[in-house]
């Protein structure tokens, strides 16, 4: 189970809406620290320190698990592979060198070395007899400095490793009993002004590069000295080219003038922090990790940072490690309490909802259907009974419909030229003037229809209103002319067909997108519209939007992505999730006010970036409550305020592009398991391949999309060349398994995409073979096929006379047992797919000809249309004549129904007195009334049985399912359901089965 996702879904979607409305205060913070909920970085443990590796994974030292890597998705103890040897050690420090070695220092558990090359372990512990070696087994920090030189800082004093001889240890200052560094335990290393320093449980010590003089400093006597370790240094750090330096003390800054530390002084209200690490969150801001919490300082001002009045951004939490990555997670490691992550809470939208008064808050959570701002500057929001008015001076009000308005939805906002509000409704048309909500149905009534769903609204500023109506079309109403005309009739009596958006830019044409019928255009008078032919016309249907960019340019939103048409070289641009949208699925575009196109989709907005030619992507990380963006509830003010509703209430747009990070990611291999074995540890994706054998089962790839922003939203394809070039499409599995492929070459790709779109740096390749099993030699082969050519030599040979005599014979035998074979081949047949009784096609013979009939259809594009046929009231015909009357009817039926076919239909018996029909070409009216005249044959041509004239007559179910649907059994039920409706309205007529939107 992926834990980690879960616990940011649940932290940033429900745990938002929870402090909108029970602390909206704490979103203010700077930073939101939350705990991971993972198996292994859950635990109560403490993590002494945490480093990203070259690839982007992180990792951290515990004193329960020892050393433990986390790639997003999943933590892996890298320490237990198949034995208890490294099981529960008590890791410190790493440092990874340039080698791709890694270097720990653990507590009791020495110095230990994970060699890249070779995968071989080495460990470093104390030897009194030896001079060089560990100074202790309790080794607190690990340094590689600018020679790459590393050195170990343990509770006895210090080694070093030089770069000449990188795998030996060399004690320092063993023999120099009065060196500040022999035997002192080490809390910090770091390198500044050409000089190691070290921060000791005795005060600093300073040693020049060449290693032979050095200077002791101590820290500033202060009244505040506690007795116990008050000359204790924890951390020392040279930080953006400043030497910094921690204690129980508190912080202190280095003074090259004075060659001496100075305090960072605290206010009254601030206790000093007892530090124990230091990390720089940006130019200008360190962090400090303390015993009671985390705190920030701002390095210009040298001044303490508050957070909700509060100094301390982690309380009750003992901070011993820091990490910020490149998209500025700050990762924190406590003692006994596991692993924090800080997300920086600048939001690129900002709920509306922080601010209105509380009052009003769970109102601003509902699903915001539709937002906007007039020209008074209100902006206003429509949730599914309410609407909320922010006025000019950011007052919020909000008012209710009323149930006896019956609204459930308000598809669009719009105001008149007298400032009178519209609302376009689930139920109608309604305005909302001197704030009382008023039905306006004249021009339902002038049209001579009742009022309906109006899906989309315009109104010209001459006063021309244009809305769209639930599956009929466009009304345009001049309310002072009392004059109303319908267009776009297209759409008239297509089942849940709709016009989704009727477009508005100043100075080009209207469109109108439909969700069935097309796109529409008007170029000049209100009564020529018409149907814009584009190229991908045959592939989709309709659209969700239209957005006009200028005379020529024209966006199309579809649920097959977003399209750019070229009007005036007929040129389509296709963009899909490939091109960072979060979803193919796009309901609105727009413009902001800065001229930049977003799209809305069902899985959050996206923002084209010119400079980047692909969109960026937004997620809930970013400020969004939900993902789930609301059609066409989207609003720009003229200041260039940009407010989007969402599912779970309505965001403004806060973006500070300049602080956007926008980073493609790696995609690295986690883990390879071959029949069960992890390999993980010993195999190296860049330089090694991957050999299996013959009799291999499974192979099980996992791998991971090193972006850490919103990890569950991180999507991945593959291929396999040797077995195909196809790419897989876009998802979120981060998993492939092979089973019992064949013998060959092959190599693996998989490309991934982060959660805002961007591709990964290169795509992850894996190589490996397949051996093949002895049979596969060719020589083995060769001396086969030779050997079965010299034994068929042998054998013509021997039998040639034989054969000569015998072959007349033979062949006339054969002939005659060949043509027995055919009939008797062909009786079999019939019997298997034909009723004995009609000689018609039976259900698993009508089922095979059904398949072929769907494919050639599917070629040519024509349509298909199934009829399931019962015979009325054949029950009571059977009880009175009896059955023999009863087989008479249905040979009768059976003959008129193969008369009046095609030679492409097919007709069979479905079983008892239900028949069914495929009609090929033939769309589902059109089957109608081939049903229709067929119940008038049966009317004029009954059957006799023992000269009584039998009435027979029959109900009809039609369906006609797009040719993508290959179920049979989809087929007749639809039909079924139809034939029930005619049983149930009177029998004796054919009925056409209702299908589903999400098949059409």
């Not at 429509?382 to 019956?406: C, V």
């Not at 720009?636 to 940009?642: H, R, V, W």
């Not at 779970?648 to 790696?666: H, K, S, T, Y």
């Amino acid at each position: 189970m992926d834990v980690f996702p879960c616990m940011q879904h649940i932290l940033k979607r429900g745990f938002l809406c929870l402090m909108l409305l029970c602390s909206p205060t704490v979103l203010s913070l700077d930073y939101q620290f939350s705990p991971i909920d993972d198996p292994l970085l859950a635990r109560q443990a403490s993590v002494y320190d945490i480093k990203a590796d070259k690839q982007g994974l992180l990792w951290f030292s515990s004193d329960t698990d020892g050393l433990i890597r986390f790639d997003g998705y999943r933590s892996t103890n890298w320490l237990v592979p198949d034995s208890n040897e490294y099981n529960r050690l008590n890791i410190n420090r790493m440092v990874f060198t340039e080698r791709g070695d890694m270097w720990l220092g653990g507590w009791g558990e020495g110095l230990l070395l994970l060699k890249q090359q070779s995968k071989e372990r080495i460990n470093f512990k104390a030897d009194s007899t030896d001079d060089n070696a560990l100074a202790s087994d309790r080794v607190q920090e690990i340094f590689s400095d600018s020679q790459d030189r590393i050195w170990i800082g343990s509770v006895g004093g210090v080694n070093i490793i030089y770069p000449d001889q990188p795998y030996r240890l060399t004690r320092f200052a063993l023999n120099q009993t009065n060196h500040p560094l022999n035997g002192q335990r080490i809390w910090g290393i770091t390198e500044f002004d050409n000089a190691i320093w070290f921060a000791t449980s005795n005060g600093i010590v300073k040693l020049n590069s060449d290693l032979s003089t050095y200077t002791q400093l101590d820290l500033p006597a202060l009244n505040k000295l506690v007795a116990d370790r008050a000359r204790e240094v924890r951390n020392i750090a040279n930080i953006n080219n400043q030497l910094w330096a921690l204690s129980s003390q508190g912080l202190f800054l280095y003074q090259a003038a004075c060659q001496c530390f100075t305090e960072i002084e605290t206010p009254e209200d601030l206790p000093t922090p007892r530090g124990n690490v230091l990390a720089e969150l940006s130019p200008g801001r360190l962090w400090v990790g303390a015993s009671d919490g985390l705190y920030l300082l701002d390095i210009p001002s040298l001044t303490w940072l508050k957070n909700n009045n509060n100094y301390n951004f982690l309380p009750n939490a003992d901070v011993r490690s820091l990490h910020q990555n490149s998209i500025k997670q700050l990762w924190v490691g406590t003692r006994d309490r596991g692993i924090f992550v800080g997300l920086a809470q600048h939001s690129v939208f900002k709920p509306l909802a922080l601010t209105m008064p509380a009052t009003l808050q769970e109102a601003a959570l509902k699903r915001i259907s539709a937002v906007y701002h007039d020209k008074t500057g209100n902006l206003w929001l429509a949730t599914p009974n309410q609407l909320l008015r922010r006025d000019p001076k950011l007052q919020w009000q909000i008012f209710d419909f009323g149930w006896q308005t019956g609204i459930r939805k308000v598809f669009k906002l719009y105001s008149d030229a007298n400032d009178v509000l519209w609302l376009a409704t689930d139920v109608g048309l309604f305005h909302f003037k001197d704030e009382q909500l008023t039905q306006e149905t004249r021009p339902f009534d002038l049209a001579n229809i009742n009022s309906t769903a109006v899906t989309d609204l315009f109104i010209s500023t001459t006063g021309t209103f244009y809305f769209s109506l639930w599956q009929q079309g466009m009304l345009i109403w001049q309310s002072d002319k009392q004059d109303v005309k319908m267009v776009i009739r297209d759409i008239h009596g297509i089942n849940g067909d709709l016009i989704h958006q009727i477009s508005v830019q100043d100075g080009l044409p209207l469109y109108a997108a439909s969700r069935y019928s097309g796109l529409f255009v008007n170029n000049a008078a209100q009564e020529r519209w018409s149907r814009l032919t584009l190229p991908i016309q045959d592939d989709i249907d309709g659209f969700g939007c239209a957005l006009p960019e200028d005379n020529g340019i024209l966006w199309l939103c579809s649920e097959y992505g977003l399209w750019q048409f070229d009007k005036t070289n007929n040129n389509l641009l296709h963009y899909m999730p490939e091109q960072g949208l979060p979803s193919p699925y796009i309901n609105s575009a727009f413009f902001d006010a800065h001229g930049q196109l977003w799209a809305l989709t069902n899985n959050g907005p996206a923002r084209f970036d010119s400079q980047l030619q692909r969109f960026v992507s937004y997620g809930v990380a970013d400020g969004l409550p939900d993902l789930t963006m609301q059609r066409n509830a989207y609003s720009i003010s003229a200041d260039g305020e940009m407010v989007l509703g969402t599912a779970i209430g309505a965001v403004v747009l806060n973006n500070e592009q300049e602080q956007e990070v926008f980073q493609p990611p790696r995609l690295v291999l986690t883990e390879l398991i071959v029949d069960g074995v992890d390999l993980t540890r010993e195999f190296d994706v860049l330089n090694e391949n991957l050999e299996l054998p013959y009799a291999f089962n499974e192979l099980i790839i996992r791998f991971a999309v090193l972006d850490y922003w919103e990890p569950e939203l991180n999507s991945a394809r593959s291929r396999l060349i040797g077995l195909s070039d196809q790419w897989s499409a876009l998802n979120n599995s981060r998993e492939i398994r092979y089973v019992n492929l064949k013998p060959g070459k092959f190599q693996l790709e998989i490309e991934g995409q982060n959660s805002r779109g961007f591709n990964t740096i290169a795509p992850l390749r894996l190589t490996f073979s397949v051996a093949a099993p002895w049979y596969y030699s060719v020589w083995i082969w060769l001396l086969l096929i030779v050997s079965l050519l010299a034994l068929f030599v042998l054998i013509v040979w021997l039998r040639e006379a034989s054969l000569r005599r015998q072959n007349v014979r033979l062949h006339d035998l054969v002939k005659q047992r060949t043509q027995e074979l055919e009939s008797l081949a062909t009786q079999l047949k019939n019997r298997a797919d034909h009723d004995p009784l009609t000689n018609l096609l039976n259900r698993d013979g009508f089922a095979e000809n059904f398949s072929r009939l769907l494919a050639h259809a599917a070629r040519e594009n024509q349509a298909v249309s199934l009829v399931l046929i019962d015979i009325d009231y054949f029950k009571m015909l059977n009880d009175q004549y009896g059955h023999n009357a009863g087989d008479v009817v249905l040979q009768h039926f059976a003959k008129l129904l193969s008369q009046r076919i095609r030679g492409t239909d097919i007709v069979g018996r479905w079983g008892g007195e239900e028949f069914v029909l495929a009609l090929a070409n033939c769309n589902a009216m059109d089957a109608k009334v081939f049903c229709q005249q067929f119940l008038q044959l049966l009317q004029h041509d009954g059957c006799k049985y023992q000269g009584t004239q039998l009435t027979i007559s029959a109900t009809m179910g039609i369906a006609s399912l797009p040719l993508s649907v290959n179920s049979l059994q989809q087929w007749v039920k639809y039909a079924d359901e139809a034939l029930y409706i005619g049983k149930n309205n009177g029998r004796n007529q054919a009925v056409i089965a209702t299908i589903p939107t999400n098949l059409t």
